[in-house]
């Protein structure tokens, strides 16, 4: 068994993956388990410091990111794509599968977005329906100010989608403060439930554009609309994976109950970021660094595959590379949930550091 220090899935507390084993009821039956899908719902909206719904699909992370897009993009609607990472220009290929047409707003992926640059743009160009970016973009492991990003953007009267699957519960994040239409998380990030869920948070803004569509929304599974009044009328749109929702659940109330917990990402996230540069990496970025996973660059002489292979066959951890333009070219330590603690980051600096001696 290897110890996982990816940027996801994390590792997954011995008290979540025994809630995943408790007896299971009827989900599309038992007045109960609507009651316990509302109540883990509105933790979630807590936890994210909003008063929006949240809801919780059945699928990845990435159902999130496609069924905001899904439910609403009508074929001709103008969406900003704000592009400053692998994630972030991803965004661009769910609009266009819904017909949506892409304006990219592109910036450094080496750095966070810059917002007086964002500002003067939108001064120019703001005939866009809605806007989407990425909190932190795991590949670059980049975090942008998205709270005044999205302000911003609100001033014009665009709508808001923010990838935070990777950034949630490890780094701050004010859903209301920041006017966020739609924010959407993962149960396998900083949340170190197993994977196989998302959940987002919907403005009543957001829920008003989707009801006054002119076309239906072309899909079912990333229709957002078909939870419309799912309490009131006890009736999910399709069979809920109770075992995954009682993990996350666990998860969530592990999350509460865990006061220092951004405290010590944003620890641990400089302590990584310092070690590894004594041992000779260079960081990714110039600036922007998320608390939740470091990248850095792969030194001459040594390939991400050796580093990445010494670290998992001769030290038994986990650690990764990052993909499309950056692939083979970083590897990326994952400190968030319960990665993020003192013994594990230390064991993996110090096996990191190991294989690059053998290897210089």
């Known amino acids: 068994m290897y110890k996982i220090m990816t940027p996801g899935p994390t590792q997954v507390r011995e008290n979540v993956r025994m809630a995943r084993s408790l007896v299971c009821t009827n989900p599309d039956l038992d007045p109960g388990f609507f009651d316990y899908y509302k109540e883990t719902c509105e933790l979630i909206s807590e936890l994210l ?3 929006n719904e949240a809801l919780i699909l059945g699928g990845e992370g990435i159902l999130g990111l496609e069924a905001a897009c899904a439910s609403l993009t009508e074929p001709g609607d103008k969406v900003l794509v704000i592009d400053n990472g692998v994630f972030g220009k991803g965004f661009a290929d769910f609009v266009t599968m819904y017909g949506g047409e892409v304006t990219y707003y592109t910036a450094s992926y080496t750095r966070e977005i810059d917002m007086a640059a964002f500002s003067d743009f939108l001064k120019e160009h703001h005939d866009f329906k809605y806007a989407t ?62 994977p196989g869920l998302t959940f987002l948070t919907v403005s009543e803004a957001a829920k008003k554009v989707m009801e006054k569509r002119r076309i239906p929304i072309a899909s079912f599974y990333a229709n957002l609309l078909v939870f419309k009044d799912y309490y009131e009328k006890q009736w999910f749109p399709y069979t809920m994976p109770i075992s995954d929702i009682y993990g996350l659940r666990t998860a969530l109330e592990n999350a509460k109950a865990d006061k220092n917990r951004l405290v010590r990402h944003a620890r641990l996230g400089e302590l990584t ?6 041992m000779g990496f260079e960081l990714y970025l110039e600036s922007g660094y998320c608390n939740t996973v470091t990248v850095v660059k792969v030194p001459e002489g ?16 986990m ?42």
Do not use: W
């Open 49 to 51: 410091h909003t008063e």
């Open 319 to 360: 650690i990764a590379g990052s993909f499309d333009v950056m692939a083979g070219h970083v590897i990326r330590i994952g400190h968030m949930g319960e990665n993020a603690n003192e013994a594990d980051v230390a064991e993996t600096l110090d096996a990191l550091e190991a294989v690059v001696r053998k290897y210089r």
């Open 302 to 317: 040594m390939t991400a595959e050796q580093i990445l292979d010494a670290m998992r066959n001769e030290h038994h951890i």
């Open 133 to 194: 970016m990425v909190h932190c973009d795991t590949p670059s492991g980049v975090l942008n100010p998205v709270e005044e990003m999205c302000q911003e953007l609100h001033r014009y009267g665009i709508l808001t989608v923010v990838d935070a699957v990777s950034s949630m519960f490890g780094e701050p994040l004010m859903v209301d403060y920041g006017e966020i239409d739609i924010a959407c998380g993962g149960s396998q990030k900083a949340l170190s439930a197993p």
């Open 273 to 278: 970021r310092k070690r590894v540069q004594e």
